[in-house]
Structures are given as structure tokens and as C-alpha cells.
């Protein structure tokens, strides 16, 4: 909990934030005004740049574009004609109970986006069993009550429901699946870690990221260059990511 409240001060807006107050702080009660000034222009242009989109989309496609969208030609044959049938794992991400809401929005958006791939391959792959996870109050299950109205038998559908983040997702799935290669779900920034840190309990995870946000090719549009709320959005999945990343690699997890 102490590591998510302090991480949470590295991330875009927050650190804008401060670098603002500390300007005002330096500039109205300190004489040092110029570090003031040093500051604010420092602040705004971090603003100024996270918040367009093609900069942070940049910024983001370094995670999202090192795993390409699963090929299933290109499984392995013995998983494709195993009789056992293959595993997908679909990680869990937001889950909020909101009675006021339906069902499907008690999903993040993350969760609903890697559900539905999911889903998606469960229908292409058979025999197969979709293994759904996410940890207390009761993310799994919400997944599992969309995903059966989306017409996947409930006899197919395997719940791990104790996990708090992707370690414990790992190493508590890992006994579900043992040492046979199995598709691993979840959003494009979140593969690079999650197969890290799965791979390091000696799994073989075959990567099928989902729920792209930094994406090209489309028609061009004067807003892109314009500061934006998603733009920030997109800089903060990043560096939510990263900060995972390098926090795990000191703790040797991946």
C-alpha cells in the first residue's frame, strides 16, 4: 500500500503539480525567485508535452508495440491438438461493485476490453478453458457473469479470485497451469511486465495483448496537437508501467 501512495508522486500530473507549487512557494516566500521561474517553465512544459497526443503516444507505443496481437496459426502444434485443451488466462484490472450501474460497467474499461479478447479466442481455440482473475472484492466473478452472457459455458471458466496485482496473479495461477504454455490476456502497456514477472516463476506464457489506446494510422486531425486530457492519460499508463517495471526488477521479480 506504502509503495502505490509514494508511486503515485512520480506520475505525470502530480509532478507537475509540484514542480508548480514549489515555484510558488520559491517565488512568493524565498528570494530565489529565477528557481521559480526555472520551475514553472519546467512544469508547464511537461504539461504542455504529455498532454498532446503525439508525444504521449509516443511515449506509450515503447510498451504497447513490443508484443504483437496474437497470431493463433502460429500456436504450437501440440497445444493446438491437445486433448487437455489450452488455457487463457485473462488478467483482471478496476472493478467497482456501483449498484446504480449495469453489470457490464462494474468492469474498468481495461477489463471489459481484455474480457472480450478473451472471449474472442475462446471462440476460435477449442478445447480450451478461460481462466479469469482478479482478486477481492469480487472482480473475477464479475468477469465470469459477463463472460456467460456473452455465451461461454460456465463449465469453462476457471476463477482465481485471491490475487491483489499482477505478482500475485502470477504465482497464483501458476498452479492452474503448471509448465504448459498458456495465452496470457491483458492490455498491451501492461504485457511487458505481466510476462515478466510470469516468466520468472518458469511459466510459458504466450502473449495475446489487448486494449490498445496509442494507436496511428488514422485520418489526421488538428486536435491531435492540441493539449488534452487523454494525452495525460496515455502518460500515465506509461509511466505507471515503468515505474512497475523498474520497482520489480530492484525487488528481482522479474
Known amino acids: 500500500m506504502l509503495v ?5 508522486l512520480f506520475f505525470p500530473v502530480p509532478v507537475i503539480c509540484e514542480l508548480l507549487l514549489a515555484s510558488v512557494l520559491l517565488g512568493c516566500f524565498t528570494r530565489r525567485k529565477k528557481a521559480g521561474m526555472v520551475l514553472t517553465i519546467i512544469g508547464t512544459g511537461l504539461l504542455l508535452l504529455l498532454s498532446i497526443a503525439p508525444v504521449s503516444g509516443a511515449f506509450l507505443r515503447t510498451l504497447e508495440q513490443r508484443y504483437p496481437p496474437l497470431n493463433l496459426s502460429s500456436l504450437p502444434a501440440e497445444l493446438t491438438k491437445s486433448s487437455s485443451g489450452i488455457f487463457i488466462v485473462v488478467l483482471g484490472s478496476g472493478y467497482s461493485p ?4 449495469d453489470r457490464n ?3 474498468s474499461q481495461d477489463a471489459l476490453a481484455r474480457l472480450l479478447e478473451g472471449v474472442e479466442i475462446w471462440r476460435k481455440v477449442k478445447p480450451c478453458k478461460l481462466i479469469l482473475s482478479g482478486g477481492p472484492p469480487a472482480a473475477a466473478q464479475a468477469m465470469k457473469d459477463v463472460a ?4 461461454i459455458p460456465q463449465q469453462e471458466i476457471i476463477l482465481e479470485e485471491k490475487s491483489r496485482n499482477t ?18 490476456v ?4 501492461h504485457m511487458p511486465r505481466a510476462m515478466g514477472l510470469f516468466q520468472k516463476l518458469g511459466m510459458h506464457p504466450i502473449a495475446a495483448p489487448t486494449d490498445y489506446l496509442a494507436k496511428t494510422g488514422g485520418p489526421f486531425s488538428p486536435d491531435e496537437f492540441y493539449p488534452g486530457a487523454g494525452g495525460l492519460f496515455e502518460a500515465e499508463r506509461a509511466v505507471y508501467e515503468y515505474l512497475g517495471m523498474a520497482w520489480e526488477k530492484l525487488l528481482g521479480e522479474i
Not at 98 to 101: A, E, I, L, T
Not at 176 to 182: A, D, I, L, N
Not at 186 to 189: F, K, L, R
Request: glycine share 6%.
Open 4 to 8: 502505490k501512495i509514494v508511486s503515485r
Open 98 to 101: 456501483d449498484p446504480s450501474v
Open 105 to 107: 460497467s462494474h468492469l
Open 148 to 151: 456467460i452472457s456473452l455465451g
Open 167 to 184: 505478482e500475485q496473479e502470477a504465482q497464483f495461477i501458476k498452479p492452474m497451469v503448471g509448465s504448459t504454455p498458456f495465452i496470457l
Open 186 to 189: 491483458t492490455s498491451a502497456s
